[in-house]
């Protein structure tokens, strides 16, 4: 029995470490969690996404550090005492029990009154739409019914915070953007934090209010959808947000005519905008990363306004038409990258495509940090704000 209420679930993870014997998994893990926030967990298999999920759950001892759930450390709090209810991928329902059985299953554990039960399991049952099979089997059911039982079963503990651990995996392309869309409506209706841990950059960014990245175990970037995609810190949370993919160059920053400056690819040459400069002024004259979004490639025939041409002809190599838009994937110079562009586009295989290249939404990274430029001098302009 739960002998403690949680009243705020902000979550706080300070120096968390997880260990296997010499190999780290999650290494100084510093976040704090809001209360009724919705935070997605996202990044490549083996990130170390599930493992913090497991941890905050209790499932997995932490190596180092302090995991706090409201104002209450947890380190050594049993997971049935957290307060929390988890969504596992694989739904984990008791396939001898009835959906309505599986659903109460853990409120009977926790000796509450059978009337509470019911009354609960028949409200979670009907906001979940599907009040019409708690009489069934897991066997009887459609992958996204179960997954709504799962959902439902943790509905009914009432608990302070949600686990879930990728629960739209196993479901087809049309469920799963059903099943986003129920999810987050969900959230709204029961103002309780979430943590939700997904590979899918799609699912991260269409549900999340904030999204922790996670690479080789270390946090990368923690923020809104908006600012992720549009500030990304460093080159690997720039190319693993969006799809397709942000485009990368090896390039040179040259001083232009005056005041301006150039980026030099090898492939092409573009004047920086005069407005986008003076981060990169340090780095004249350096090697850099050039990152430019597909959607900021486009076909030199339907140029949108305000955009410079860039002159740039590159080889077509592959079309992907999607109906709305484009997907080209071009080459030039021995550089391979992919355009965005207008679905009237006339692109053949094998011919070459007259492309223009918005460097308003560019991205220029250290390259040897790989750290966004544009990132780095807003903090030591800040820096010197405070000083």
């Given at each position: 029995m739960i002998l403690w209420r949680i009243l705020?679930?902000?979550?706080?993870?300070?120096?968390?470490?997880k260990r296997f014997g010499d190999l780290t998994i999650i290494n100084d893990l510093n976040l704090y969690v809001e209360d009724k926030e919705f935070?997605?967990?996202?990044?490549?298999?083996?990130?170390?996404?599930?493992?913090?999920?497991?941890?905050?759950?209790?499932?997995?001892?932490?190596?180092?550090?302090?995991?706090?759930i409201g104002d209450r450390v947890v380190n050594n709090v049993a997971p049935k005492d957290r307060d929390i209810a988890m969504v596992f991928q694989?739904?984990?329902?008791?396939?001898?029990?009835?959906?309505?059985?599986?659903?109460?299953?853990?409120?009977?554990?926790?000796?509450?009154?059978?009337?509470?039960?019911?009354?609960?399991?028949?409200?979670?049952?009907?906001s979940l739409g599907i009040e019409h099979l708690l009489d069934r089997r897991p066997r009887q059911l459609s992958g996204g019914q179960r997954?709504?039982?799962?959902?439902?079963?943790?509905?009914?503990?009432?608990?302070?915070?949600?686990?879930?651990?990728e629960p739209l995996s196993n479901l087809d392309a049309k469920l799963r953007v059903e099943a986003r869309s129920f999810i987050s409506k969900l959230h709204q209706r029961l103002e309780t934090t979430f943590i939700y841990v997904t590979h899918d950059q799609v699912e991260a960014m269409t549900m999340?209010?904030?999204?922790?990245?996670?690479?080789?175990?270390?946090?990368?970037?923690?923020?809104?959808?908006?600012?992720?995609?549009?500030?990304?810190?460093?080159?690997?949370?720039?190319?693993?947000?969006?799809?397709?993919?942000m485009n990368f160059f090896d390039a040179t920053l040259k001083p232009g005519d005056g005041d301006s400056i150039t980026v030099d690819t090898g492939v092409f040459d573009i004047a920086v905008p005069p407005q986008k400069a003076e981060p990169f002024r340090s780095h004249v004259g350096k090697e850099v990363i050039l990152g430019v979004r597909p959607e900021d490639i486009h076909d030199a025939a339907y140029i949108p306004p305000g955009i410079t041409p860039s002159g740039l002809s590159a080889n077509v190599e592959v079309i992907e038409q999607m109906g709305n838009e484009m997907i080209i994937y071009l080459e030039e110079g021995g550089k391979s990258f992919i355009a965005r562009t207008d679905p009237r586009t006339d692109a053949r295989v094998g011919g070459t495509l007259d492309v223009v290249i918005n460097l308003d939404n560019m991205?220029?990274?250290?390259?040897d940090t790989e750290a966004s430029l544009a990132y780095e001098y807003k903090q030591e302009e800040a820096a010197k704000a405070g000083s």
């Open positions: 705020v679930a902000s979550i706080t993870f300070d120096h968390v470490y935070l997605v967990f996202v990044g490549p298999s083996g990130c170390g996404k599930s493992t913090t999920l497991r941890m905050l759950s209790g499932l997995e001892e932490i190596s180092d550090g302090t995991i706090m694989s739904y984990a329902l008791y396939p001898h029990m009835t959906v309505y059985d599986n659903m109460a299953f853990g409120l009977r554990l926790r000796k509450t009154p059978k009337q509470i039960i019911d009354q609960r399991v028949n409200e979670a049952a009907k997954q709504r039982v799962a959902v439902g079963r943790a509905i009914v503990r009432e608990p302070a915070v949600f686990l879930m651990d999340g209010t904030r999204i922790c990245v996670l690479n080789g175990g270390i946090l990368q970037q923690v923020d809104s959808p908006y600012n992720l995609y549009h500030n990304p810190y460093n080159v690997f949370v720039g190319g693993f947000i969006g799809s397709p993919s991205h220029i990274f250290d390259r």
